[in-house]
DNA sequence: ACTTATAATGAAAATGGTTTTCAATATCAA
DNA sequence: TTGATATTGAAAACCATTTTCATTATAAGT
């Protein structure tokens, strides 16, 4: 069933590259799938170091970096200094969604509604821009900014 | 027909907060409303110091601060390290647009075609985001990532 | 015009997230 | 088991941005 793996989905795609697994790399996986924020790197590295204290928080970054360049997790900036992570679009991950930003508190909501509406316009709009410009569109963020509940 | 300004449309705006209408100020504006591309700090400071060599980068970040608080500079981040600015919806400025992203080369490209589409949507999607989340919607950002004409 | 309170400025230093360096270690194909 | 080499962690470097603080410029009031 699984090509040459025999753990579980995501080390398939790590041994695709040619990276090894290792045990840094499996806790950081495993700290984003608990999680269902949008972590730094020092919040993951935090976790990981009060279950692995050996763990670096160069190797965090580094891990960080190589799953966003899989695609296996999404680096946000949402303007308070630090990168945010995710976890996308695996099992256990969440699916696609987008974002509401409060401009004050800087606390990030997640929405995944209207999905529908928004494939509509993102199909018809990505396919008319790709040709206008010449432009192959492989993803798109949709972001609202404003005031949330809280602040409001 | 201008309320208590005596020069261009923007020290109006400044004057109304109480800030005042100095050299520096006007001369990062007039470099703002020069170019059309998505500039940093550096940039602008670059710029303003071959016209006055007497100014000073921490006046360009405050300025931009500034100027970013009033709505009158847009703030983003393209994910290369530094914040970009661009000069929004002045007279002379550029109107609403949205970006394509070059994930390759970094490239940003604005357009602003199809907005009657996006109108739609937003509108609608807005509405109801902030009806279910009681989050008060003051902007928004849409952008396509993918790789542009000369990196496909 | 002159005065004056204070907003604004620039140089230098500090900050803080991220990256680089490098010697030691762990992984995995053979 | 071995060995080539990918990975690691600590420390130092990096670099965009912010803070500090003494000096200067602005503009309101006279
Ligand atoms: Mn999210
Ligand atoms: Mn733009
Ligand atoms: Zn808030
Ligand atoms: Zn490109």
């Known amino acids: 069933m699984r090509g040459r793996g ?5 080390q398939d795609r790590l041994q695709g590259t040619g990276a090894r697994i290792t045990a840094p ?12 924020d949008h972590v730094s790197a020092a919040d993951v590295y935090i ?18 970096d190589m799953l966003t360049q899989l695609g296996i ?10 990168a945010r992570y995710e976890l996308v679009n695996n099992p256990n991950g969440k699916k696609h969604h987008h974002h509401l930003i409060c401009l004050r508190c800087k606390t990030i909501m997640d929405y995944s509604e ?18 206008k410009y010449n432009f192959e569109i492989t993803d798109h963020a949709i972001s609202f900014y404003g005031l949330c509940e809280r602040c409001r």
Request: proline fraction near 3%; hydrophobic fraction near 35%; glycine fraction near 8%.
């Open 114 to 131: 209207f999905l529908d509406e928004e494939l509509e316009f993102v199909k018809k709009t990505a396919g008319k821009l790709s040709k």
């Open 25 to 36: 790399r499996e806790l950081i996986i495993e700290i984003l799938h608990e999680t269902d």
């Open 73 to 82: 997790v999404q680096k946000f900036d949402f303007g308070d200094g630090k």
């Open 6 to 10: 025999r753990g579980p989905w995501w």
């Open 47 to 64: 976790r990981a170091h009060q279950i692995n204290p050996s763990i670096g928080l160069t190797t965090v970054y580094r891990t960080l």
